[in-house]
């Protein structure tokens, strides 16, 4: 019985899913990055490609998962409407008189049937706040997220992107 519980425990270890914040500039040191009430555009950032897997929409997701964060706390909240390179995405804020730029990028997209395979979805998102009044990088952040290893569900990686932008944004406020 005593190994049976060791290795029921032992599963529930090896299967948690993981979430991570790592922060690639020191702004979290300073304090607040944003102050609340500000009109913010969040860019739309290309769909994620996997071992040529395009996985359509992967981008308007996390877009969206930072538009609904960002409800929150900011006054408005624009999306953009085509994945833009930064300047342009920069440009584009301004012509929306948005003081804050939410640059979000898809570095790593992969969805597995990790209930079949054992193989875990991951996502990466590196994040860019920029001032536009300011003219300079607020935040740039690495945001991870993968599902638990062993699973009965077939959870998709965009399930995982609510472990990942909402306590980031809301670290962003605090």
Same mark, same amino acid.
């Not at 790592?22 to 609340?36: A, F, I, N, P």
């Not at 500000?38 to 950032?45: H, K, N, T």
């Given at each position: ?11 529930l270890l090896v299967g948690c899913a993981t979430a991570n914040i790592e922060r690639l500039s020191q702004s979290q040191d300073k304090g607040t ?40 706390? $900011? #006054? ?7 994945? @833009?390179?930064?300047?342009? %995405? ?17 570095v790593h997209w992969e969805d597995r049937n990790t209930m079949w395979s054992g193989l875990r979805d991951k996502v990466r998102i590196n994040v860019?706040?920029?001032?536009? $009044? #300011? ?7 690495? @945001?991870?997220?993968?599902? %638990? ?26």
């Amino acid at each position: 019985m005593k190994h049976i519980a060791c290795l029921l425990m032992a599963l529930l270890l090896v299967g948690c899913a993981t979430a991570n914040i790592e922060r690639l500039s020191q702004s979290q040191d300073k304090g607040t990055v944003l102050q609340g009430g500000e009109r913010v555009f969040v860019a739309l950032p290309e769909d994620g490609v996997f071992e040529g897997h395009h996985y359509t929409d992967s981008g308007k997701y996390v877009q969206q998962y930072f538009y609904d964060s960002l409800l929150r706390y $900011a #006054d408005t909240v624009i999306n953009a409407v085509k994945v @833009l390179p930064l300047e342009e %995405a920069k440009a584009e804020a301004k012509r929306q008189n948005a003081e804050i730029l939410i640059y979000p990028g898809i570095v790593h997209w992969e969805d597995r049937n990790t209930m079949w395979s054992g193989l875990r979805d991951k996502v990466r998102i590196n994040v860019i706040v920029y001032s536009l $009044a #300011d003219n300079k990088t607020l935040d740039k952040t690495s @945001l991870y997220a993968t599902n %638990a290893w062993f699973t009965f569900v077939h959870a998709r990686p965009e399930n995982r992107l609510r472990t990942i932008i909402p306590p980031y944004v809301k670290a962003l406020y605090q």
